[in-house]
Nanobody, 121 residues
Framework: QVQLVESGGGLVQAGGSLRLSCVVS????????MGWFRQAPGKQRELVATITSIGSTNYADSVKGRFTISRDNAKKTVYLQMSSLKPEDTAVYYCNSDLRSDKYSTTARYWGQGTQVTVSS
């Protein structure tokens, strides 16, 4: 019953910006870590950025200084602000959330369906 829905992907020219959003809905008791991964054609899924429940962040070296992850706990939403985009940032971007669906459950990781980001040169 937990759903993660991403939005904000699209086509942008190199040097441009996009903001991705991911809303978590459904049966949720608590949310801990949230993050963004991406997968380019023919490549493995890779970490882009993560953020803890208290706002500590971690970034892949390839996006440091260009991407910013943030979250709104009240809205159960995680964001990824992407700037100075490069063609190599082209990928399907997936959000995830580590959460407990009720007070008796253990923490599990849930994934969104992905949103395409294409950066043209």
């Amino acid at each position: 019953q937990v759903q993660l829905v991403e939005s904000g992907g699209g086509l942008v020219q190199a040097g441009g910006s996009l903001r991705l959003s991911c809303v978590v809905s459904g049966s949720i008791f608590s949310i801990s870590g949230m993050g963004w991964f991406r997968q380019a054609p023919g490549k493995q899924r890779e970490l882009v950025a993560t953020i803890t429940s208290i706002g500590s962040t971690n970034y892949a070296d390839s996006v440091k200084g260009r991407f910013t992850i943030s979250r709104d706990n009240a809205k159960k939403t995680v964001y990824l602000q992407m700037s100075s985009l490069k063609p190599e940032d082209t990928a399907v971007y997936y959000c995830n959330s580590d959460l407990r669906s009720d007070k008796y459950s253990t923490t599990a990781r849930y994934w969104g369906q992905g949103t395409q980001v294409t950066v043209s040169s």
